[in-house]
């Protein structure tokens, strides 16, 4: 089993920052890919921002240099700081995680419960 913790969501004046974590815990033998969604109101969930564990990252067009990923691999744990918010990155970010499990040594591949971001002008 793994279980993915976000944290640092809230609420922002335009213009601002924010800083959304994941935890990854559980019977974990190695982390890959990490990655950021979003679900704005209405609209299907889309890729902010993917980082592998090279260390390689792709962000999504509408970000535009706003936002990083990063990654701890000591922790388990992936960042996303998002500055220069817009109102339009209102959503629910979610972390998406793949992972070799410790029990079967195949790939899990999970998602968090999603934290809500909500900018406003």
């Known amino acids: 089993q793994v279980q993915l913790l976000e944290s640092g969501g809230g609420l922002a004046q335009a213009g601002g920052s924010l800083r959304l974590s994941c935890v990854a815990s559980?019977?974990?033998?190695?982390?890959?890919?990490m990655a950021w969604y979003r679900r704005l109101p209405g609209k299907q969930r889309e890729l902010v921002a993917r980082?592998?564990?090279?260390?390689?990252?792709t962000y999504g067009d509408f970000v535009s240099g706003r936002f990083t990923i990063s990654r701890d691999d000591a922790k388990n744990t992936m960042y996303l700081q998002m500055d220069n918010l817009r109102p339009g990155d209102t959503a629910i970010y979610y972390c998406?995680?793949?992972?070799?499990?410790?029990?079967?040594?195949?790939?899990?591949?999970?998602w968090g419960q999603g934290t809500q971001v909500a900018v406003w002008p």
């Open positions: 559980g019977k974990i033998l190695r982390v890959n890919d």
């Open positions: 998406n995680v793949e992972v070799v499990s410790a029990y079967t040594g195949g790939y899990v591949n999970d």
């Open positions: 980082i592998t564990s090279g260390g390689q990252t």
